[in-house]
């Protein structure tokens, strides 16, 4: 049985049987005026953080969300997008639509709002994704991705670039590793199921993305998730993973490589203001939020005179590019 086969029997069991805590679901729902989260929906809630940002969400955007779940995010992208079909839902595992499907019936009770239409759920996986090209607004998914091997995930991230329409966003919340998670958890097909052996470090998730394309990725939270711990995993020390939450646009990757923002500011020292002739325009004393590419520029060319802070993970729009 192949990694991906255990994954899908794993996750049809958890349909049938709601492991809570199966995932980090450190944080409650997303709080929104009048909606209302049915607590089934909240016990099946496998993911490792969210991929939903009201601010990326004006216009009623075309949601596509691949790994359907309990349908919470389903419920909470159509909070914004109050139409049919406004928010596409795709998964292989038939249980897992079942239960989704009456999850968002239950939510319609209590919701009115909401209708069940509003959220089509298909079949269908990442790596064939059941649109056509550049066909949607966003692209999301929460604690899925990191199960794939690097080849399947590159195929997954593939298939996101090519249904989104140009400028649009892949949305994704994953666990990543503070060092690279030995072989023999790898291979552990019901650690990688459970989102605990597959993740990869934070430069090889990022040069995933850089490599299908993507010009533009901010990420929106970076936190503790779960500790793998020297005895139970058998490992030489602790191994902490992390939830990161991202945002990655399809956007162009400049002649000078992708923008990347981590949270970096940079300030000028000086009494009056500098341009450095890229489009960066620093204000004396005020921090202006810079991509980390710009950041090092700025570091090299006026070292005395910029101050570049460091990396808060966290960030929310407004940058140099």
Known sequence: MSYLESTAKFYSEVAQT????LCCVQSSPLQLPGLKVPCQMQEMNY??????????LSGEPTVLYVGVGGGL??????????????VIAVDP?????QAAARN???????NPWFDPSFVQLQEGDAFALPVPDA?????????LFNIFEPADLAQALGEAFRVLKPGGRLVMSDPIATRPIPRHLQQDERLRAMCLSGALTYEEYVQQLVSAGFGQIEIRARRPYRLLDQQTYNLESHLLL????????????????????????????????????????????????????????????????????PSTWHYDGGGCC
């Open 242 to 309: 992390e939830s990161l939450d991202s945002v990655s646009f399809k956007l162009p990757i400049p002649e000078d490589g992708p923008c990347i923002f981590t949270g970096k500011t940079a300030i000028y020292t000086g009494s009056t203001s500098y341009d450095d002739g890229a489009g960066h325009v620093l204000q004396g004393g005020v921090p202006a939020a810079v991509c980390d590419k710009t950041a090092v520029k700025l570091s090299q060319v006026l070292p005395e005179k910029v101050l570049v802070t």
């Open 93 to 97: 595992v038939a249980a897992m639509r």
């Open 104 to 110: 968002l019936e239950v939510a319609a009770q209590s």
């Open 135 to 143: 066909s949607v607004d966003l692209v999301a998914q929460n604690c």
């Open 18 to 21: 709601p492991e809570v805590g």
């Open 47 to 56: 993911g490792c953080g969210t991929t939903v940002h009201p601010t990326e």
């Open 73 to 86: 995010e389903a419920l909470q992208f159509a909070y914004f997008s109050r139409r049919a079909a406004a």
